[in-house]
């Protein structure tokens, strides 16, 4: 019922939405300050949020996005939320639903063959459900940050299949239950759309995507399987590629859910305004969609032009979200720039999230709130 009903009220305010994209930025960033601090955890555990929202104001994000029918999401560092107490209580406040950021990934969860850790995962996934938040599996298959003894060199084929068998058939069996969610295959493709040369495919042959998609579902049969991947916000070649495979994986009965747009964006380049288009072509496939990764660098330093820059990206990539009715989550990576992997990896690059350092909010908090806010009016 929520999903029709967001996808009819959601289509009459498409004009309203884009509209506010010269609008909402400018919005008041001290007033989100205080919604911010104030804001409590919601306890409604259900994918598409049909029970009562606080009524208490100011809300968190994760209050207006329930009412807005979409998980408002972000990625968590588990040494920070150990650690901090200002980062846990606003992961615990603000959002309703968390991402593993790094601790559910292959080189985290089995550091040597056959021995799993479990630990970090699971103190995530329980503080998950004290604070009535879903988990999103972050990731199955991925060629990156895999562990040193899964040497490309020392397996065969016929080996290296078995040890993927295992490893998603253990990994998800061990979270049944408790993950709403899997990102099983991750950046698959080259940005020509092509598929990548990683140790799967080579090793492997393309079958390797829906042997995932397969192995992933017998272990849980209610988790939502995803394919995620980056620079695919738009139409494009990626994204294309990407559209075709999965249309051929559902004609085969292959069970894939959903498509993860992460939406890792740049304000040097352009926001991909097509990106409702992009979602709703995956939506006619019958498919879900979300944006799983959100955030939006920037050259440092940082000016008042950049950050109202930003925050057109963030607004971009939330209405995109809004205006396809099979997007139920959007996830940002990371919420303060106190711990965000963009400086390492992008130098002279930063203050991405919508939290600074000091976890003041941004204009692109103000944005999203004021989004939701708008959304959830026109229902």
């Known amino acids: 019922m929520l999903k029709t009903m967001r996808s009819v009220a959601v289509g009459s305010a498409a004009a309203v939405l884009l509209v ?8 008041s960033a001290s007033a989100s300050a205080s919604a911010s601090a104030s804001a409590s955890a919601s306890g409604n555990d259900t994918a598409r949020h049909g029970g009562k929202g606080h009524s208490a104001a100011p809300q968190s994000l994760g209050d207006l996005g329930r009412k807005a029918g979409v998980r408002i999401g972000t990625a968590v ?34 550091p040597q063959s056959g021995t799993y850790d479990w630990a970090a995962a699971d103190r995530l996934v329980d503080f998950a459900k004290k604070n009535g938040q879903l988990v999103h599996g972050h990731t199955l298959v991925w060629h990156n940050q895999l562990p040193a003894w899964l040497d490309e060199d020392d397996f065969t084929g016929a080996e290296l299949r078995k040890i993927l068998h295992r490893h998603i058939t ?10 709403w969610q899997w990102d099983v295959v991750n950046e698959a493709f080259d940005d020509d759309g092509t598929l990548r040369d990683s140790i799967w495919l080579r090793k492997l042959g393309p079958g390797y995507i829906a042997d995932a998609f397969r192995w992933a579902h017998e272990a849980d ?5 995803f394919i995620n991947d980056y620079n695919i916000e738009g139409v494009n070649a990626k994204s294309t590629a990407l559209y075709e495979l999965v249309g051929t994986l559902r004609k085969q009965h292959v069970p894939v859910h959903g498509v993860g747009i992460q939406g890792h964006l740049a304000v040097q380049y352009s926001a991909p305004h097509d990106i409702a288009d992009n979602m709703l072509r995956f939506d006619r496939l019958g498919l879900g969609t979300a ?11 940082a000016d008042s ?47 991405a999230n919508i939290f600074d350092e000091n976890y003041a909010p941004k204009p692109a908090y103000s944005t999203l709130r004021q989004t939701l806010t708008l959304a959830a009016g026109r229902r």
């Open 20 to 27: 506010s994209a010269f609008t909402l930025p400018g919005a």
């Open 77 to 110: 560092d588990t040494t920070a939320l150990a650690e901090d107490a200002p980062y846990r209580a606003r992961v615990a406040g603000e959002f309703s639903s968390v991402t593993a950021e790094n601790v559910m990934k292959w080189e985290a969860v089995e």
């Open 170 to 179: 253990d990994q998800v069996t061990h979270f049944k239950g408790r993950i």
């Open 221 to 225: 049969p209610k988790a939502r399987l």
């Open 291 to 301: 944006i799983t990764e959100a955030d939006v660098r920037i050259p440092l330093p």
């Open 305 to 351: 032009a950049e950050y109202e820059a930003q925050a057109e990206g963030y607004g971009v990539l939330l209405r995109g979200c809004l205006l396809t009715p099979g997007c139920d989550d959007f996830t940002v990576w990371g919420f303060t720039d106190t711990y965000s992997w963009v400086p390492d990896t992008f130098p002279g690059e930063g203050a």
